[in-house]
């Protein structure tokens, strides 16, 4: 909100520094964006009058102007301007005058530009007269009418030869608060003075709103309003002015305007703004010539509708759109813009006012269908107050009558079916200073409360607060505990730390997610951290199942894009997208491991009405070395610090996502944990990674689950252990695991041990056959072992091998 300090006067005094005044506002809760200073590298510039203008003698786009800047001579200024005429007055810059800049045509300068006199085609040019934007002023704010070329400074009060920032009455600042979204009625100068008032307090001065002069005439005998959607239009106000003159406003309403950021028009535009501006209230204006039937009715467009705006652009309405309609036609967007065909034309001369109040949802929505914002549907997206309305449509009429743009006929037509009511809390004063920390009397909380126009009944420990109607963030005792906080001062409130004798810990969960991810980064992989939010495309990538559960998508409601539409259900392709990364810049080898959650499109049953939350670990890698017993040792190390015992690993064929004779399903008993392996070659080929990458994906909530075993102490063995090594050839078919199972049954409690070291095709092993090769480790707790007792337990595996296999013995 950008508050020009000098406007801001006129409803409250600031009888502080303006530094002073904006660190007491920032301290009782409104922030600051910026100060800007418009007085700021202006010097030796002054106001002249142009008293002849003449034809350069030897350039056909210049003249030479003699200009009176209130010295015994007139100054001679040759400009190359064309939208002057004598008698005009102007921004004169003299010999050795600076100002901010840029000068036209020019990039601006960091430090502004100083200005020479000299000669131009070889006539002397005392100085420069200047436009808006090179005296500083931005050209979105510039006049309509000198947008483009000089400054004509039409008013009475500009004299010759006075310094122009004293003329244009800019040495005080303009000041850009911060507002938060829950104060909508701090978009206005009069909220702004209310916060002011209460936190200095000073008096607070409303603007006159009653007119002396009003036609007999009643604005009810030209115009009738009927609202066909008061959920969406709870109040809408209007009155009538004839007789009306397009002119230009005076200096202090356009200084004003500019200051604040809007451009000034014409007299009846500006007020429409500057009422905005100083109460919050949007207005709209028509010519009453175009209002079909003397009629105002609100009522939501028919899908499919056109309708030209004020721009220029015809935009296609929805069936939620409310819209301003005459008899016959729609001639406003409601609370956006109004119609290109109603628009205040040269030759208005009947003027009908709008000050109506609409409900913010349906604005913002209308505002997003039809991708057009505006200042008025800014402001209704946050909430207006509907009690302004009628102020506001009376202190237009006001300024209209004192500026003698137009006469304002008696009466309104104001419809509001349902006022809006004031709220009412009741407030402890006990609760208030154990909340703030503090002493504060009961008397004191109501002077600051109603220092905020806020209407206070003291009942013993009880205050009941009547707010405003305004103030539409107050409606509970938490509100009104913030109030009394922010104005008795955040910063005399004493710091105290928090009471009590609690700990801060970890929970289970979070104690073994720690676990998984430290024993991970022990391995040597890294972690990474991937966006939730992916392409459905993504599942197709890796080669998910047509009808597996990992298509079943969360859909955004409003994605930002289609690479960002969905809720991940796997993180699979988000890994394959960072080893892409890595393997593209050259790193030969990595290691890289998320665990984060997966959503799935299906009821949660612990929140039926939620979608699926699970979480899930991904580990990835790749480079010379790494192959799929590399992965899963990574896996035995994990289920070994999980505690997980009997973890078993069945060969699957029929994932797409994984090298079918290279994939295998991490089991517990008959739970399936997750999947391991070799990454197709085809779901590398699709993410550009020409090397051999492995991945395994588990299901962290079931590893979670599973029957964990603690830590448990196994001394030092005192006696030695006997190894067996032995290869077995079996067929294709038969898996290693299965063998490995037959012998742990058979080796009974004295086997330590059974690793694999050897898996050999070729000769002499004949095709479709292969050599397992084994090495078992025998030890006894009690004593040392003897040939004969090792040797029998080894005749009792290699008799189950061959029996449950048909393997036979190979000769090592």
């Known amino acids: 909100m950008l508050v020009p300090v000098k406007w801001l006067r006129e409803y409250t005094d600031i009888n502080v520094p303006v530094g002073e005044w904006v660190d007491g506002m920032v301290l009782s809760g409104t922030n600051l964006e910026v100060i800007d200073w418009w007085d700021k590298g202006i010097e030796n510039v002054v106001v002249g009058k142009i008293l002849k203008i003449d034809r350069h003698p030897n350039a056909d786009k210049l003249v030479v102007c003699s200009v009176d800047v209130g010295r015994a001579e007139p100054v001679q200024i040759v400009t190359g301007a064309d939208n002057m005429k004598e008698g005009d007055k102007v921004a004169v810059a003299l010999d050795g005058a600076k100002i901010p800049g840029p000068l036209h045509g020019k990039p601006k300068s960091e430090g502004g530009e100083t200005i020479r006199a000299g000669e131009l085609r070889g006539v002397v040019s005392d100085g420069m007269m200047c436009g808006c934007t090179e005296l500083g002023f931005p050209d979105k704010i510039a006049p309509y009418r000198d947008r483009e070329g000089l400054w004509l400074l039409d ?7 006075t310094p122009i920032v004293e003329a244009l009455g800019v040495e005080e600042p303009t000041v850009d608060f911060e507002i938060t979204p829950n104060r909508p009625d701090c978009l206005s100068m009069l909220g702004i003075a209310r916060e002011s008032a209460a936190t200095f307090g000073t008096e607070m001065r409303y603007p006159k709103t009653e007119c002396t002069k009003v036609s007999p005439e009643k604005s009810a005998d030209y115009i009738s309003v009927e609202i066909r959607k008061p959920e969406l239009c709870p109040r809408y106000c209007c009155r009538v002015i004839k007789d009306i003159k397009i002119e230009q406003s005076p200096w202090w309403m356009q200084r004003s305007l500019m200051l604040a950021g809007m451009r000034p028009i014409n007299n009846i535009v500006d007020i429409t703004n500057y009422v905005m501006l100083e109460y919050g209230q949007p ?38 759109v409310l819209m301003i309609n005459d008899a016959d036609r729609p001639i406003a967007i409601a609370g956006i813009m109004g119609g290109l065909d109603s628009e205040i ?4 001369t009947t003027v009908l006012v709008e000050s109506a109040n609409f409900n913010g949802d349906s604005v913002r929505k209308s505002s997003a269908f039809l991708k057009q914002r505006t200042e008025a549907s800014g402001r209704f997206e946050k909430g207006i107050d509907p009690n302004l309305a009628k102020d506001a449509c009376d202190r237009f009429c006001y300024l209209v009558e004192l500026l003698g743009a137009g006469t304002v006929l008696s009466g309104d037509v104001d419809v509001y079916p349902n006022p809006a009511k004031p709220v009412v809390t009741k407030v402890r004063v006990s609760r208030v200073n154990k909340v703030i920390g503090t002493e504060i009397s009961a008397e004191q909380m109501c002077a600051y409360l109603e220092g905020l126009d806020i209407k206070t009944e003291l009942d013993g420990d009880v205050i009941t607060c009547t707010a405003p109607t305004v103030r539409q963030d107050l409606n509970i005792e938490e509100d009104y505990i913030e109030e009394v906080a922010r104005m008795y001062g955040y ?23 720690n676990l998984v991810k430290d024993t991970l980064r022990a391995l040597g992989a890294s972690e990474i951290m991937t966006y939730s939010f992916v392409s459905p495309k993504s599942v197709e990538k890796v080669n998910a199942p047509e009808d597996g559960v990992n298509r079943n998508f969360v859909k955004l409601l409003n994605p930002l894009g289609e690479d960002t539409s969905v809720m991940r259900t796997m993180i699979l392709p988000n890994l394959l997208d960072v080893l892409y990364t890595n393997y593209s810049r050259s790193i030969p080898a990595v290691r890289m491991f998320e665990l984060g959650n997966t959503f799935v499109n299906e009821p949660d049953p612990s929140e039926p009405e939620l979608p699926r939350e699970r979480y899930s670990l991904c580990i990835g890698l790749y480079g010379e070395g790494e192959d799929f017993y590399s992965l899963k040792g990574i896996a035995e190390e994990l289920m070994a610090a999980a505690g997980i015992e009997n973890a078993d690993y069945t060969a699957v064929k029929d994932d797409g996502r994984f090298h079918p004779g290279r994939c295998a399903a991490l089991m517990l008993g008959d739970t399936e944990l997750g999947r391991l392996g070799q990454v197709h070659p085809d779901v590398c080929a699709a993410y550009g990674i020409d090397a051999e990458v492995y991945a395994a994906e588990i299901d962290f909530e ?10 448990r102490y196994t001394p030092l063995p005192k006696f030695p252990a006997m190894t067996r090594d032995f290869a077995m050839v079996v067929t294709e078919a038969t898996q290693v695991g299965d063998l490995e199972k037959t012998i742990k049954k058979n080796a009974g409690e004295l086997l330590e041990s059974a690793q694999l070291f050897d898996v050999y095709r070729g000769a002499p092993i004949l095709p479709g056959f292969k050599s397992v090769a084994f090495t078992l480790s025998y030890r006894a707790a009690d004593r040392t072992l003897k040939e004969a007792e090792v040797n029998e337990i080894n005749s009792r595996v290699l008799a189950a091998l061959r029996e449950d296999y048909n393997a036979t013995l190979r000769e090592m």
């Open 155 to 161: 008013d009475e009060c500009f004299v010759p030869g």
């Open 345 to 348: 034309e040269a030759d208005t």
């Open 491 to 513: 910063d005399k409130i004493p710091g105290t730390l928090p009471k009590g004798a609690y700990m801060g810990g970890l929970n289970e969960r979070q104690r073994f997610r």
């Open 702 to 711: 079931k590893l979670f689950a599973a029957d964990r075993k603690g830590p």
């Open 283 to 320: 207005l709209h204006a028509f010519d009453i010539r175009t209002v079909k039937g003397g009629k105002i009715i609100v009522d939501t467009a028919r899908s499919g509708d056109k309708f030209t705006t004020l721009d220029g652009v015809e935009r296609e309405l929805s069936g939620s």
